[in-house]
């Protein structure tokens, strides 16, 4: 079964720092894989997306990786800063015509 | 205004009686989805559309049903709602296989 998994579900930090969050899959035969942002109660904001050509993709403080022989995913937020608190989601299309596989997310919380 | 708009944004409903949840996208994307996300289980497939004569089960379609209106509108009905079908539904849509998938702000369904 194609799955894909986040972890850890949950992370806190102090304001500053340097983080990564995971994301790794059990097929190598994506597409392509999109970060995305959660506000509690809200709605996804793609952040990222990576397709299975790309090794990686940058966007201001993020950078997400992709390496399909690990099946991993790595989104790198620099200089982490309050706002940036939110669920943070991995989907992965496994080749299935743009749909979507969600990992569980991991909940980031940073402190002042 | 939002590029995927759903509406309702709440509602509360009773068991049995029959729902539709609307979204409509002016992205002119000819891919549609729609996902519902429960706590610790993340976001899964219901049903998804290519175009607009174009209808498929998802990962957990049973007790929903759809319909393409137009190339901008999709909408998910449930027939008799049981509490199960408690969740945060997305409408999502996307113009190909490698291209960032946009979603809408959810529909926060409760059946009592």
């Known amino acids: 079964k194609q799955e894909v998994t986040q972890i850890p579900a949950a992370l806190s930090v102090p304001e500053g720092e340097n983080l990564v969050l995971n994301c790794s899959f059990t097929d190598s035969a994506i597409y392509n894989l999109q970060w995305f942002r959660q506000d509690p109660g809200k709605g996804l904001t793609s952040l990222l997306l990576i397709q299975s050509s790309q090794r990686e993709q940058t966007s201001g403080r993020l950078n997400a990786s992709l390496d399909k022989s690990s099946g991993r995913s790595t989104l790198y937020i620099a200089a982490s800063q309050p706002g940036d608190s939110a669920t943070y989601l991995c989907?992965?299309?496994?080749?299935?015509?743009?749909?979507?596989?969600f990992g569980q997310g991991t909940e980031l919380s940073v402190k002042p | 205004d939002a590029d995927v708009t759903q509406t309702p944004r709440n509602r509360i409903t009773k068991t049995g009686k029959r729902i539709m949840l609307e979204c409509s996208q002016t992205?002119?994307?000819?891919?549609m989805y729609w996902y519902r996300q429960d706590p610790g289980l993340g976001l899964r497939l219901i049903y998804y559309s290519f175009d607009v004569k174009d209808i498929n089960k998802g990962e957990i379609s049973d007790g929903y049903s759809v319909s393409r209106q137009a190339q901008a509108k999709f909408s998910l009905s449930l027939e008799s709602a049981i509490p199960n079908q408690t969740a945060l539904y997305f409408c999502?849509?996307?113009?190909?296989?490698?291209?960032?998938?946009?979603f809408g702000q959810g529909t926060r369904l409760t059946v009592v």
């Open positions: 989907a992965v299309d496994y080749n299935q015509g743009g749909k979507l596989i």
């Open positions: 992205k002119g994307h000819d891919r």
């Open positions: 999502a849509t996307s113009d190909g296989l490698y291209t960032e998938a946009f």
